[in-house]
Nanobody
């Protein structure tokens, strides 16, 4: 099983980034997919969720209206479109796949928002 994140990097405040997470080795479409982030010295925070049934989404309060999560089951990939980025969005972003008691994590991708 693998979850591989990509798309992180350095961006100026107000800019945009699109993260991708490609899954393999499991039935991607059966899993709820989530993005978490963790900033230095802080706890891991749930950013966004896209459910396996119906594709409905939920967002953390700090990113509502700025971030959009989506999934492409044909490509076994989940995306996180991040707009209007702020310095406080700086963190390592992790992809997570969950189904019942089974939980998979990616290795993380660094996002740095700075001028």
């Amino acid at each position: 099983v693998q979850l591989v994140e990509s798309g992180g990097g350095l961006v100026q405040p107000g800019g945009s980034l699109r993260l991708s997470c490609a899954g393999s080795g499991f039935t991607f479409s059966s899993y709820t997919m989530r993005w978490y982030r963790q900033a230095p010295g802080k706890e891991r925070e749930l950013v966004a969720v896209v459910f396996n049934v119906g594709g409905s989404t939920n967002y953390g309060d700090s990113v509502k209206g700025r971030f959009t999560i989506s999934r492409d089951n044909a490509k076994s990939t989940v995306y996180l479109q991040m707009n209007s980025l702020k310095p406080e969005d700086t963190a390592v972003y992790y992809c997570n796949a969950i189904r019942r008691s089974v939980n998979y994590w990616g290795q993380g991708t660094q996002v740095t928002v700075s001028s």
